[in-house]
C-alpha cells in the first residue's frame, strides 16, 4: 500500500507528535507499504528552522525506508499572532506542490496540529481520489481557547470554520483517547466515523533499566539522589511553576533533587523563577539527544506530568506513555476529571494530585521518597500497563487495519469514482 504522511512535525524534531509520526512512518515501511511524508523543514520547538536545514525552499530524503518532503516555513522564535498565522499558512502552501506531485497515496494520514494542514490534505484526496484518515492529536481551536491562547474572534471563527471542515471532509477520525470520542460525538460526528488509537511508546526502546551506574546519574552529580524528573514542552499548559514552588517547600530534604529538561527559552524563564523561589534543589538541562532518553529516564524515581488546571479536560500528552514504559512511578499534577488524569489512575503506576497546588505535589514526592516499595509498586504497574496497553506493534495493527478498511470502502464506491481513481 502507498501511505501519505501528511504531518507539520517529523524527524528529527524530539518530542510531541514528530517521535510518533517517524516510528508509525517507519514502522509501516519495515512491514512493506511504501510511505513518504509531506512535512515542514525541521523547528521544533525551538521554533527556529534547524541549521542544516536553513536556505532551503524544499529538501528530499530518505531515512529508514521512508521518502520526506520537507518544505519552508515561515517561523519565528517568539511568534506573536500575526507570525502564527503567517507559518500555518507558508505550510499550508508550500506543502502542497511535493504531495500533489509525488506518486499517488492509496490513504492519506493527516495531523492535527496543525489544524490548516486538512485543507491541502483534503484537497489532495480529492484530486487523487483516496480517502483522507485525520488523526487528531488535539481538538482546535477548542484547547487553545480554552487556555487563552486563541482570543482574537475572527480567527476563533476561522479556525471553526477549518474545523468543521476537517471532520466533514475526513474518510475517518482517528483519536488518541476517549475523551477525544465524546467531544466529537457532541458536535454530531458519527461514532462510525471515529477510530480510537491511543498514542503509543516502542516498549523494546524505553524500558526498565537500573539506576545503578547509570551514565546521566554519573555526569550530574545524583548519586544517591531521589529523582524527580520532568522531561518535555515547557509551554503555558504546564505551568512548571508548581514543580519549581514544589521543589522549594523540599530543599531541606537533601536527598531529593529535581530535574527539568525542555528548550532553551523555556528553561531561561524557569531559571529565574528558580533564582526567585530560592529552589537550589533544581537541576534545569537542554534537551537530551533521543537516544539518551531511556538512560535519563532511568536516572528518575519519579517521573513528572504537569497540566495547568485550566488545560481542557480531553488533553492527553504522549509523554504519559513514554513515563509509564519507563517503569518509574508518576505523579501527575493534572486535572482529576481530564483524560491523563484517568489513564494514570487506571495503569495502577501514579498519583493524581491537583494542578497548581505546589503542596500537594510536594507532599506527594515527600510520600513516595519516605516509602520506596510504594514507588517500587508503582513504577512495576506502569510498565506493565504500557506493555499491554500502548506497545507500538500493537498501535500499528490498528492503523494498519484502519488504512485497508478505508481503502476496501473505496475499491465499492461508484464506478465512474473508481475510473477516477484507476487514473
Not at 31 to 47: I, S
Not at 60 to 77: A, D, F
Not at 269 to 293: I, M
Not at 361 to 368: G, N, R
Request: charged residues 20%; glycine residues 6%; contains cysteine.
Amino acid at each position: 500500500m502507498r501511505i501519505l504522511i501528511y504531518s507539520y512535525n517529523y524527524y528529527p524534531e524530539p518530542i510531541g507528535i514528530a517521535p510518533l509520526m517517524t516510528e508509525l512512518a517507519e514502522g509501516l515501511a519495515k512491514r512493506g507499504h511504501e510511505v513518504r511524508v509531506v512535512t515542514a523543514m525541521p523547528n521544533y520547538p525551538e521554533r527556529r528552522i534547524y541549521e542544516a536545514y536553513r536556505g532551503k525552499w524544499y529538501l528530499t530524503e530518505y531515512k529508514n525506508g521512508v521518502k520526506i518532503q520537507r518544505s519552508y516555513v515561515w517561523i519565528r522564535p517568539q511568534p506573536k499572532l500575526l507570525d502564527r498565522v503567517l507559518l500555518d499558512a507558508s505550510f499550508v502552501v508550500t506543502s502542497f506542490l511535493p504531495a500533489l506531485f509525488g506518486w499517488r497515496p492509496d490513504v492519506i494520514l493527516s495531523t492535527s496540529p496543525s489544524l490548516p494542514v486538512c485543507i491541502p490534505a483534503s484537497l489532495l484526496g480529492w484530486l487523487r481520489a483516496c480517502p483522507v484518515v485525520l488523526n487528531l492529536q488535539d481538538i482546535l481551536p477548542e484547547a487553545a481557547i480554552h487556555v487563552g491562547l486563541l482570543k482574537n474572534k475572527w480567527l476563533i471563527k476561522v479556525f471553526s470554520l477549518l474545523e468543521k471542515f476537517a471532520y466533514r471532509h475526513a474518510t475517518k477520525i482517528s483519536v488518541i483517547a476517549d475523551g477525544f470520542v465524546e467531544n466529537l460525538i457532541s458536535k454530531g460526528i458519527s461514532p462510525d466515523k471515529i477510530e480510537q488509537i491511543p498514542n503509543w511508546v516502542d516498549v523494546n526502546f524505553i524500558r526498565p533499566l537500573p539506576k545503578d551506574n547509570n551514565n546521566f546519574r554519573n555526569i550530574h552529580n545524583l548519586h544517591n539522589k531521589f529523582v524527580v524528573l520532568y522531561s518535555g514542552n515547557i509551554a503555558l499548559t504546564q505551568g512548571l511553576e508548581t514543580v519549581i514552588q514544589a521543589a522549594a517547600k523540599l530543599r531541606d530534604v537533601a536527598e531529593i533533587a529535581f530535574v527539568i529538561a525542555g528548550e532553551a527559552k523555556g528553561l531561561e524563564r524557569l531559571q529565574k523563577y528558580c533564582t526567585n523561589c530560592g529552589a537550589d534543589n533544581v537541576l534545569l538541562l537542554p534537551f537530551q539527544p533521543r537516544e539518551h532518553l531511556p538512560e535519563m529516564l532511568a536516572a528518575a524515581d519519579v517521573g513528572l506530568v504537569v497540566q495547568k488546571k485550566n488545560v481542557i479536560s480531553f488533553n492527553m500528552p504522549s509523554k504519559i506513555q513514554v513515563l509509564l514504559a519507563s517503569g518509574r512511578a508518576l505523579i501527575a499534577s493534572v486535572p482529576d476529571k481530564g483524560t491523563a488524569a484517568k489513564a494514570i489512575k487506571q495503569s495502577g503506576g501514579g498519583i493524581v494530585v491537583t494542578p497548581e497546588d505546589p503542596q500537594a505535589l510536594a507532599t506527594a514526592i515527600l510520600d513516595l521518597y519516605k516509602h520506596p516499595e510504594k514507588a517500587k509498586t508503582l513504577g512495576y504497574n506502569s510498565r506493565k500497563y504500557a506493555v499491554e496497553q500502548y506497545a507500538f506493534e500493537q498501535a500499528l495493527n490498528q492503523y494498519e487495519s484502519l488504512f485497508y478498511s478505508v481503502t476496501t470502502e473505496g475499491r465499492t464506491l461508484p464506478s465512474k469514482v473508481v475510473s477516477k481513481q484507476e487514473v
